[in-house]
């Protein structure tokens, strides 16, 4: 199964990789946080039971960018273009991957606050734990396991 944590924590690596140095915040930043940073935030995290063993899992995250600001607070243009050039290389990817997985998404790129901010969709399958269906049952199913109409087992 794929956790939320385990998503966010690939995304700051290849974040980091993109543009080294960056200091990650998770859910909040102070007013002395370091810059240049990045500000990682939950927005959605949701999903539905898709089959006895699946579901279909939405997760929507928002990556502010905390550049250098002039006197005013406003980021500097070309800095904020820069950046979403260098990651690019990443986003234009459209894949993510955590642990063993490798998830798909989508992005767009807007601003929040005057402020650089990568929006991302994950849409994924994952594996449903169901504690009513016993070991015997999972060995019943695996035993009639049937692909293309060929027993497998």
């Excluded at 997760?59 to 500097?76: H, M, S």
Aim: aromatic share 12%; net charge negative.
């Amino acid at each position: 199964m794929v956790k939320t944590m385990d998503i966010i924590n690939a995304l700051i690596n290849e974040f980091d990789k993109c543009i080294p140095g960056v200091e990650p915040y998770l859910g909040g930043i102070g007013e002395d946080y370091k810059s240049p940073a990045f500000l990682f935030l939950l927005i959605y995290d949701g999903g539905e039971r898709s089959g006895k063993f699946t579901r279909d899992i939405t997760i929507d995250l928002q990556c502010v960018y905390f550049g250098k600001t002039d006197e005013y607070g406003n980021q500097n243009f070309k800095e904020k273009m820069n950046v979403v050039e260098r990651l690019r290389v990443f986003l234009n990817q459209y894949k993510l991957t955590v642990g063993d997985r490798v998830l798909k998404f989508r992005y767009e790129i807007k601003d929040a606050d005057e402020r650089l901010a990568v929006f991302l969709t994950f849409k994924f399958k994952d594996g449903v734990i169901d504690p009513e269906f016993e070991g015997e049952q999972a060995r019943e199913a695996a035993e009639n396991l049937l692909i293309n109409e060929e027993r497998v087992v």
